[in-house]
């Protein structure tokens, strides 16, 4: 097998998901907004892969919304949070197309940015924030892990002046699930996105995780699938598919992860001794 030197962009969907994404679309092929039997049975695998994804970010299955994967999902917080206002959103320079595409199109309509600076490794010093007008901030997003440093953020600086503020914080986790731990809850973002391409699951599928009693009003409209954040008939295959994904990484990510960093520490080693 080639070695992958560009597992950051996307990774090889599991033997074990490949099977469970054809299996269900035999099994599970019906609207799971039917409500005959055919329909209740993909229903009860949608939810069931729900619960799958709840679990392991230790999040409620209600805060869970399936969409196509990272970008849509930020796309989906941050214009939620921006529609029908106008302020001043709060980010780091050089993040995720996804977020820094969706904050020119707010620019575009009267939005200010204003830009954390980042230290020599590209963390964002501390004492940064006490430079922030945070009267003026409306709406805050970040990267948990940069998706081309690798830097992880530490966000609880960040995330207790939001709440202090009663400002939204988005977080794109989309390089940081299924690689590290993730604890929701924890973390204390109001909403945090992510892809299952990014750990060995199907491409197309991916969730927005939206703290229960957060209001985010839709900026798709249709039907009133997914709590009606994300409106059209949901994808059961893929969805089952990325909780498997979860599932295996999840419950072998103790050795995964040491696997990886003697991998990592051997190609360190390697190149700074030529």
């Not at 329909?39 to 619960?51: D, F, N, Y």
């Not at 709840?54 to 849509?72: D, K, M």
């Not at 994904?245 to 001794?273: F, K, N, S, Y």
Request: with cysteine; proline share 6%; hydrophobic share 40%.
């Amino acid at each position: 097998m080639p070695i992958d030197l560009d597992h950051n962009a996307t990774t090889r969907p599991l033997p074990e998901v490949i099977e469970t994404v054809a299996r269900v679309s035999a099994e599970a092929y019906a609207n799971p907004g039917s409500r005959h039997a055919a329909g209740r049975k993909a229903r009860q695998v949608l939810e069931e892969a729900r619960e799958t994804v709840a679990e392991i970010l230790h999040a409620r299955p209600q805060e869970v919304v399936f969409t196509s994967g990272g970008t849509e999902s930020t796309n989906l917080a941050l214009l939620g949070f921006a529609a029908g206002r106008k302020g001043t959103v709060l980010l780091p320079p050089a993040e995720h197309p996804a977020t820094e595409e969706t904050v020119k199109d707010l620019l575009s309509k009267g939005w200010k940015r204003h830009t954390l600076p980042l230290d020599a490794e590209g963390r964002i010093p501390i004492t940064t924030y006490d430079d922030v007008p945070w009267s003026e901030i409306k709406l805050a997003t970040l990267l948990l892990a940069h998706n081309e440093t690798g830097v992880l953020q530490d966000i609880t600086p960040i995330t207790s002046r939001c709440a202090e503020h009663r400002i939204p914080l988005h977080v794109d986790a989309v390089q940081a699930v299924g690689k590290i731990d993730v604890d929701f809850h924890a973390l204390g973002a109001t909403t945090l996105a992510l892809g299952a391409h990014k750990f060995h699951g199907p491409r197309g599928i991916g969730a927005l995780l939206i703290r229960e009693g957060t209001r985010l009003p839709a900026t798709q409209f249709g039907g009133h699938q997914e709590s009606g954040h994300r409106p059209g008939t949901e994808c059961v295959p893929l969805a089952a598919g990325m909780a498997t994904a979860l599932r295996l990484w999840h419950d072998d990510r103790v050795q995964r992860t040491a696997h990886i960093r003697a991998l990592r520490d051997r190609l360190q080693a390697g190149l700074t001794e030529r």
